[in-house]
């Protein structure tokens, strides 16, 4: 059974920095992408970045773009979201998802329907 546990949501001032961590267990990790996504209050859950198995290839949100950095570490089965610059509007649950990786990953990344599982959120709230 695959879990996925993010860790490292708080509070923070705006323009602080936060890192968000994503353990999984229960897959083969380095078969697997995986993506941030968050949803604030009152709104839809939207995508915010993702990163092939590989690490190769990252994707991000244009509201993360030069502010957020994904990573992984395939030793430790862990996915991080480095969130630096934050606004008040980042303000958020944020969840981990993970699906497995497909050739065709680059045209549906951003959609959650492709991603089988997920965490169970950590909330980011940035005071402003």
């Known amino acids: 059974q695959v879990e996925l546990v993010e860790s490292g949501g708080g509070l923070v001032q705006a323009g602080g920095s936060l890192r968000l961590s994503c353990a999984a267990s229960?897959?083969?990790?380095?078969?697997?992408?995986m993506a941030w996504f968050r949803q604030a209050p009152g709104t839809q859950r939207q995508f915010v970045a993702a990163?092939?198995?590989?690490?190769?290839?990252?994707y991000y949100a244009d509201s993360a773009k030069g502010r957020f950095t994904i990573s992984r570490d395939n030793a430790k089965d862990t996915t991080f979201l480095q969130m630096d610059s934050l606004k008040f509007e980042d303000t958020a649950v944020y969840y981990c998802?993970?699906?497995?990786?497909?050739?065709?990953?680059?045209?549906?990344?951003?959609?959650?329907?492709?991603?089988?599982?997920w965490g169970q959120g950590t909330l980011v709230t940035v005071s402003s």
């Open positions: 998802a993970t699906g497995r990786q497909t050739p065709d990953f680059y045209s549906y990344y951003r959609r959650e329907g492709p991603y089988e599982h």
């Open positions: 229960g897959q083969t990790f380095n078969k697997y992408a």
């Open positions: 990163i092939t198995s590989s690490g190769t290839n990252k």
